[in-house]
């Protein structure tokens, strides 16, 4: 049964009962803890972390002990555990990642497991199945005086081992389960974060439709810290308009992990499109002989390709010169310049956009008519917009000078 919910009474009788325990038997607080997962992450204790817990015990016993093998290193004749940042070979119980000078030894010893041939934060282990002669296998015993890790093959697990033989950090060699999801996608190409515990991920397979593509490394891997790392990926070469199904699973070369969460992206569509436009219509009107300027308007274009050429027409008998200014950063402003604005003109490449400069995004746009003096001043202007064959002539407005 599980231990009292939040708001109830709870004791360290209540905690011996849970663990199977007498009630009145003294209650090392540290070692229970152990017991229960996720209580020594943040390696503090307090009595409101035990409440609803359930301890889920194996067929085992405090006070037995069972026989674990383990895995450890010859450093060139000198045996140590795993370091810290060399957990993934740890898990893989394998030297080929490792430098040259490296083996792997193994050897049995003893471990108090509450729960059978699995290992809980808290285990001791002992030399002997009975007496209290610790391992060699724990620094300053066999091994120097560091950060020390080792692979339990029995458990399949990784650990760190302390001076006092106890046992904490405990990770599955087998990669654990990354999530993704979706950070940005265009026509082609979908980028996607996976997040994860890559303490012993060796590399990420990503699969599309069901495929399984190049592999990749995580970020960072191979250090016990690696709880929650983010890795990002980019499917590429994809075509246009379709929905493609993507996961990612981590693997090392004891174990495949886990799939993580499918997802269904459809890219964009790569169609050539103008859109939104804005500050339509825009009449200009002046004196006989005068020049006025448009208020500020813009365009959007989608998938452009090859350059821009925007086309100036006038109807109706007004006489005069048409001419545009436009900038990708802003509005060119009344001088044309602004934002940096290529300034009014009209001439054929002054209306040519080259792709370099302005293939996709807001165009920010003014037009300017200086009339002629004494002659017709009423009329139609158009701006026509093209790229890669398609055109947008929707900007338009009324001429009127001189009346």
């Known amino acids: 049964m599980a231990l009292p919910s939040s708001g109830n009474p709870i004791s360290f009788g209540d905690i011996n009962d849970e663990l199977g325990e007498s009630t009145t038997d003294t209650l090392d607080i540290n070692t229970a803890a ?42 060139d004749g000198t045996d140590r ?11 893989e119980n394998d030297d080929t990642h490792l430098p040259g000078d490296f083996t792997i030894k193994g050897q049995a010893d003893f471990v108090d497991d509450y729960i059978n041939d699995d290992l809980t934060d808290g285990d001791t282990i002992f030399a002997n199945s009975t007496g209290t002669t610790l391992t060699n296998l724990r620094p300053g015993g066999d091994f120097p005086s560091q950060t020390t890790f080792m692979l339990d093959t029995t458990a399949d697990k990784i650990f760190q081992v302390d001076s006092d033989a106890d046992i904490s950090n405990i990770k599955s060699r087998t990669p654990a389960t990354p999530t993704i999801s979706e950070t940005s996608k265009d026509a082609s190409s979908i980028t ?35 709880n929650s790392v983010t890795t990002s990926y980019t499917y590429s070469g994809l075509a246009a308009s379709t929905s493609f199904a993507l996961k990612v699973r981590g693997e090392n070369l004891h174990a495949n992990g886990s799939d993580s969460n499918t997802l269904t992206i459809t890219t964009d569509d790569d169609t050539t499109a103008w859109s939104n436009l804005s500050g ?42 048409l001419q545009i200014a436009y900038s990708t950063s802003g509005d060119p402003g009344a001088s044309g310049t602004a934002n940096g604005g ?19 995004g807001t165009l920010h746009f003014r037009t300017k008519f200086t009339h002629v003096s004494t002659k017709d001043g009423t009329g139609t202007y158009t701006v026509t917009f093209t790229n890669n064959s398609v055109a947008d002539n929707n900007f338009n407005g009324n001429l009127t000078f001189g009346l």
């Open 81 to 91: 555990g795993y370091a810290d940042g060399e957990l993934v070979a740890a898990a």
């Open 280 to 321: 339509d219509p825009q009449n200009l009107l002046g004196a006989d002989g005068g020049a006025e300027n448009s208020n500020a308007a813009s365009i959007d274009l989608a998938n452009g390709s090859g350059n821009t050429v925007i086309g100036l027409a006038t109807a109706g008998g007004v006489v005069g010169t």
């Open 342 to 360: 290529s300034g009014f003109g009209n001439s054929g490449s002054h209306r040519t956009i080259d792709q370099s400069t302005y293939s996709s």
């Open 192 to 226: 996607i974060s996976i997040v994860g515990d890559t303490t012993v991920t060796r590399q990420y397979a990503p699969f599309k439709a069901g495929s399984e593509l190049t592999n990749i490394l995580p970020s960072a891997s191979g250090s016990i810290g690696n």
């Open 34 to 75: 152990g017991q229960f997962p996720s209580i020594l992450d943040d390696n503090t204790i307090s009595m409101d972390e035990f409440f609803g817990l359930t301890f889920s015990a194996g067929s085992g016993t405090y006070g037995s002990r069972n026989s674990h093998t383990f895995r450890f290193l010859d450093d």
